[in-house]
């Protein structure tokens, strides 16, 4: 990335959430734009990319379309993860403050999505959650707190639903 040219990240993140750009093409101009994206990992368009390019997508990842990444903190995402379509990936949000304004100080903390995850369409993962290794992140649940390992979550909030084998596929 260029120093000092926040609008040449800015314009690369724009052109990286375009539909109808090859989706192999997209992690390489988010390479440019600061991320970094590992091999074999296929983005389709409709996403939005907020702020500092504060995103690394290991290998063999794959991302469906229309996610939200606000990156105000940093959001890394490892090796084998599958990522549905509208899943928002939210690093940022306030402090509670006092009853003439609720919505206080702003604060941020990084998110970890562990290798092998499947996060499901609609799904939503607030700031400071690591997804831990192998889980299944039902479609519209909300994580608000870290997760065990090889485990399905589901709900608003997201709750351990059910322990996976670590050797369990669908029938």
């Given at each position: ?26 992690p ?9 994206v ?33 990156m105000q ?16 990936f ?82």
């Open positions: 990335m260029m120093p000092g040219r926040k609008w040449f990240q800015d314009v690369l993140s724009e052109m990286a959430a375009l539909s109808l750009l090859p989706h192999r093409f997209r390489a101009l988010l390479r440019r734009a600061g991320a970094s590992g091999d074999n990992v296929l983005m389709y368009g409709g996403s939005t990319y907020h702020s500092q390019m504060r995103l690394t997508i290991e290998d063999d990842v794959f991302i469906n379309q229309s996610c939200h990444f606000d903190a940093p959001i890394r995402i490892e090796s084998g993860v599958r990522v549905g379509n509208h899943v928002r939210v690093t940022s949000d306030h402090e509670v403050g006092p009853s003439h304004r609720r919505a206080g100080p702003g604060r941020s903390a990084a998110i970890t999505v562990g290798r092998g995850t499947w996060i499901c369409s609609g799904a939503t993962i607030l700031p400071g959650v690591s997804v831990a290794e192998g889980n299944i992140i039902a479609a519209g649940a909300v994580v608000t707190r870290s997760t065990e390992a090889n485990c399905l979550y589901a709900g608003v909030p997201a709750r351990l639903i059910k322990r996976l084998d670590q050797e369990e596929s669908a029938p």
